[in-house]
């Protein structure tokens, strides 16, 4: 089916002193590799003289991991690190890491009883992924004793300096409001 709009700017070339419809173009052909290699040099030196490659991050630097071998997935670790993404990790490697900060974690929680609730968490998601419903790599992370890391918890807790003090509940914002705490 022909586009109106086009047989009307085919009539008005045809009406304007043009001699039919023009030909439309394609991409070049180059009929060797030196034609091409030539033709995409000349398209560099141009692209450099109109002062597109000027001030691209990272010019003058070394280029990164190009002593590193080749991974066909480079592209994709680089965005993870860059946007700091998590849960991107098969199981397995997410309860590693999160294992390994485990200790900061606990530290961030104010009460006993979330503490607790974030061992038990874990714990119910270790034994899930040691049934290997989700496949990848095996699961080597250990079950926490929630009794052992909750004692642990309240050692660190008590060597702290008593100057961070626990935050007060807020209430509902109208309260906040009216007392001008917002």
Do not use: C
Request: aromatic letters at 6%.
């Amino acid at each position: 089916m022909d586009d109106p709009r086009t047989k009307a700017a085919q009539y008005r070339a045809e009406h304007d002193g043009e001699q039919g419809p023009r030909e439309v173009e394609g991409p070049p052909r180059w009929t060797t590799r030196e034609e091409r290699v030539s033709a995409v040099e000349a398209s560099i030196q141009v692209a450099i003289r109109r002062g597109d490659f000027d001030n691209l991050p990272g010019a003058g630097k070394p280029l990164e991991g190009i002593d590193k071998p080749h991974d066909p997935d480079w592209w994709i670790r680089q965005k993870i690190e860059r946007e700091n993404l998590t849960g991107l990790a098969p199981p397995a490697i997410q309860l590693r890491n999160e294992h390994r900060a485990m200790e900061e974690t606990l530290d961030g929680f104010w009460r006993e009883e979330d503490v607790r609730e974030h061992l038990a968490e874990f714990n119910k998601r270790v034994k899930y992924a040691r049934m290997q419903l989700q496949g990848g790599p095996p699961v080597v992370t250990p079950l926490h004793d929630i009794d052992e890391d909750v004692r642990a918890w309240r050692e660190r807790r008590a060597a702290k300096p008593a100057s961070d003090p626990e935050p007060e509940p807020r209430g509902s914002w109208i309260r906040r409001f009216l007392r001008g705490t917002t």
